[in-house]
């Protein structure tokens, strides 16, 4: 997958030549300032034969009603994920799956959390538990300010709920070593 942030994206991206060489995920970030400018690039890369993820930053700074209309006026035939992104880590789990809940009917769901407030992994679990499908994480939470939904705590969890991690963990831990060292 590739993050594009519209407003600093050339006027065309030629995403073909990416797409052939294996990228098979775009995500767009969505501000309403650049809607056209987010359509046009979703075009092209549904065009490129991608999958297309709208990623609607700062969604703690909306009203709820407010960023389901800004969602639905995204969602569409070029938009196969809707993902509201915590990005000010301003959320708390109640008002995470109320989001969820509210934009379910427009589409399959992602959820982006930060954890400057050490609320991760509990809007995470909230946003699954409200039909969210996608759930972002990276190693040891490593991201912007105080980081992100920690995927070896993800992990842990899912693992500890379905009763099955399936090496998951295992194949992880290399990985962790890695980062740990540097």
């Known amino acids: ?56 930053a700062l969604a703690s700074r909306y009203p709820a009603a407010e960023l389901v209309g800004e969602a639905g006026e995204i969602a569409g035939p070029n938009v196969d994920i809707l993902y509201f992104a915590d990005t000010c880590a301003a959320l708390l789990p109640s008002e995470t799956a109320a989001l969820a809940r509210a934009l379910s009917p427009l589409g399959t769901l992602g959820f982006h959390g930060h954890d400057f407030l050490s609320l991760a992994l509990a809007n995470a679990l909230a946003a699954a538990s409200a039909g969210v499908s996608w759930i972002d994480a990276s190693l040891h939470g490593i991201g912007r300010g105080a980081g992100n939904l920690r995927l070896e705590l993800w992990l842990t969890l899912m693992a500890a709920s379905t009763g099955s991690n399936q090496g998951c963990l295992s194949i992880l831990l290399p990985a962790l070593q890695l980062v740990e060292q540097r």
Not at 15 to 35: C, Q, S, T
């Open 1 to 56: 997958a590739a993050m594009v942030h519209p407003s600093a994206a050339p006027s065309a991206l030629r995403l073909a030549p990416f797409a052939d060489a294996g990228l098979n995920m775009v995500r767009l970030i969505y501000h309403r300032r650049w809607k056209d400018r987010f359509a046009a690039l979703a075009a092209e890369a549904r065009d490129a034969g991608l999958l297309v993820s709208a990623n609607i």
